[in-house]
């Protein structure tokens, strides 16, 4: 994975940007662009990394994620073997740099300061998907105002931040590679010992620089970040593996007890393990 600073294609005279994917998994490298994106999930699941946290999606949810916010998506194919996602793209000065100051729409405000961090929708869903699932069809100008009625919606809807800390800095070429190296090997072998030494290697740095590092672009340390990669993957197992016992989860998630397994997993989801499986 290569991070890149992710240039949106689009003719010159666009301002707002809609674009359909339809693949078997989405563009899975860690990047970030200067629009803002809201997007409908229509088929898929799997899960995104956004900032400096790790977040499950899946079919009919709605996901803002902010200008310049590092991020990616990482499908799972297992659960479902089909990603499609209608996305809108948008600077807040894509229509001019005081379009969204005018007194009518001072009501926006709250959207970009919630974006700033993504957000994830938790209410109100069928309204937004309702409006998205007109815009294919719709025109140029029918289409700004309905990205004016899904920020409406938005902003009225109940949501959760996608993250708790952004990087304000874009990041460069070489900071996005050494970025997407870790984040790629915390993935891939999240059920695996993984060492320092290991992950410094894979940074190109000495342990005491990478802790640093890593610890400055997301605010927590690697280990805080690889015990939620794999609290997140043990949520998918509980609920979709019913028969698997919660010992033999917390192993194929990489902890070596279940003592421990059962502690960050309460600290994180604030709920037991057994009790997550009986909710969800």
Do not use: W
């Not at 919606?153 to 996005?176: C, H, M, N, W």
């Amino acid at each position: 994975m290569k991070v890149l600073p992710f240039k949106i294609p689009k003719p010159e005279q666009e301002a707002l940007v809609y674009q359909e994917d339809h693949e078997t998994a989405f563009y899975d490298q860690l990047h970030q662009h200067e629009e803002i994106q809201i997007s409908f999930i229509v088929e898929g699941a799997g899960s995104l990394i956004v900032g400096d946290t790790i977040n499950h999606y899946k079919k009919n949810d709605i996901l803002i994620i902010g200008e310049n916010i590092p991020h990616v998506f990482r499908s799972d194919l297992q659960a479902s073997p089909r990603s499609v996602m209608y996305t809108l793209f948008f600077t807040k000065t894509s229509f001019g740099k005081d379009f969204f100051t005018i007194p009518d729409l001072t009501d926006t405000q709250l959207f970009f300061k919630e974006a700033e961090y993504g957000i994830k929708i938790l209410s109100g869903q069928k309204k937004i998907i309702k409006r998205f699932n007109k815009l294919k069809k719709e025109s140029k100008i029918e289409r700004i105002g309905s990205l004016l009625k899904i920020i409406r919606l938005i902003t009225d809807a109940e949501k959760q931040p996608l993250s708790s800390f952004v990087y304000r800095k874009k990041y460069t070429d070489d900071e996005g590679k050494r970025m997407s190296a870790v984040f790629e090997h915390a993935m891939e072998h999240f059920n695996e010992v993984i060492s320092l030494d290991a992950v410094a290697e894979k940074a190109n740095m000495s342990k005491n620089a990478f802790c640093r590092y890593f610890k400055k672009r997301t605010n927590k340390t690697f280990f805080q970040f690889l015990i939620e990669i794999r609290i997140e993957h043990a949520c998918k197992l509980l609920y979709r593996n019913p028969e698997l016992s919660i010992s033999i989860i917390s192993e194929m998630c990489g902890f070596q007890n279940i003592t421990n397994f059962n502690r960050k997993f309460k600290e994180l989801k604030h709920i037991t393990p057994s009790q997550y499986r009986a909710r969800y």
